[in-house]
């Protein structure tokens, strides 16, 4: 098997990992590990640290969008408001 980039490159390389969200294959070169809150497959209840995916570069770029649009918004001051008597 080779790595999907490489071949529409037209410089097939043999493939290392297969992305573990669209199934392209990928060499080396072009794997991308990436880390996301969880635990190991299989497991249940809350997640507890991080596990580890191999991505492509096209979904690896989309996970990150994805996780920073999921991250809780910084913390903003509200001006008080004058109390009424």
């Known amino acids: 098997m080779h790595c999907f980039d490489c071949t529409q490159a037209g410089q097939p390389n043999p ?3 297969i992305c573990q969200n669209c199934g392209a294959a990928l060499c080396q070169e072009h794997a991308h590990p990436v880390r996301i809150p969880g635990h190991p497959s299989g497991l249940v209840g809350p997640a507890r640290g991080q ?3 191999i991505l492509c ?3 690896s770029e989309g996970t990150h969008r994805s996780q920073a649009m999921h991250r809780p918004a ?3 001051s509200v001006p008080a408001t004058p109390e009424r008597s």
Do not use: E, H, I
């Open 15 to 17: 493939a290392a990992a």
């Open 51 to 53: 596990t580890r995916r």
């Open 57 to 59: 570069a096209t979904c």
């Open 74 to 76: 910084p913390a903003q």
